[in-house]
């Protein structure tokens, strides 16, 4: 007799009936109905154009690189439609920038986040970039939603430098999170309804920093030009793929496995702790665009 799937409801069923029980010895196996894993969606687009110079962005390739990778993210085809899904014309957004001084968020990226916000009918008067003055700027203190943006670097305190660091200024005394390697510095997502507030994360890939010594250390030899942009609404995420290719920089330029000092704890720990994302390489969906040469990924 050919044997047939029954589901976990037919085990139930018939388990609770004596006369019956007999039969799950003759040739039936249980069938698992299990709910398919989400998976998060990270996407990484690279343009062999991205830069004029050294740590010039061309301004109009990297306009097209935001445009095509959330697009990509959201599902639109127009990045104007795709916008509209982060902001509604009544919204007060600010644009978390970083404007430490050798590897900045850049105007150029600045100004094309800018420029798909007011296309989708925000206001200028309503829209703010801003560092270190969040807590004192009155878009920030008002806003309803929060992109978060700065390039990806290694980091004294916390191994790397990205989405999840970079709200930090949002908190009064940010030394106060750079204890155990800033193990917890996802708490700060939700002291200040950040997780909420924050609908797109870009972690710029341009020219990352993969190495350095010292608080904040900092030399040309140890930045490479990856032209590449990471976007994701889940920070923990983008910033899971942008420590696997900070890492894969390490090994190929010194030669052997060097991990960074000190690790990037806080991005498992976002997730595995607080719950603010995803770090679980299996769970997240990356998607690559653009130029594929020393990808990394």
Known sequence: MKKR???RRDF?????????????????????KKEPT????????????ALISFKKPNPDVVQKMLDDSITTLLGEADPINAWKKLVKPSDIVGIKSNVWRPIPTTSEVEQALKARIMNAGVAEEN???DDRGVRRNPIFKNATVIINARPARTHHWSGMGGCIKNPIMFVPWPPAYHGDSCADLATLWYKHNLKERTKLNVLLMLNPQF?????????????????????SQDPVA???????????????YFGEERPLQPPAKHVYLADTRHNLGVSDLDKIELIKLGWKAGILI
């Open 5 to 7: 799937a029954i589901t």
């Open 12 to 32: 139930l069923r018939v388990a609770a009936m004596s006369p019956f029980a007999g039969a799950f010895a003759y040739g039936y196996r249980i069938q698992e």
């Open 38 to 49: 989400r998976r998060v969606k990270v996407v990484l687009i690279r343009d062999k154009n």
């Open 127 to 129: 829209i703010g970039i």
């Open 211 to 231: 190495h350095g010594i010292g608080p904040h250390n900092y030399s040309d030899k140890y930045v490479w030009e990856y032209k590449g942009i990471l976007v």
């Open 238 to 252: 983008v910033d899971a793929i942008g420590v696997r290719i900070l890492q894969a920089k390490r090994r190929e």
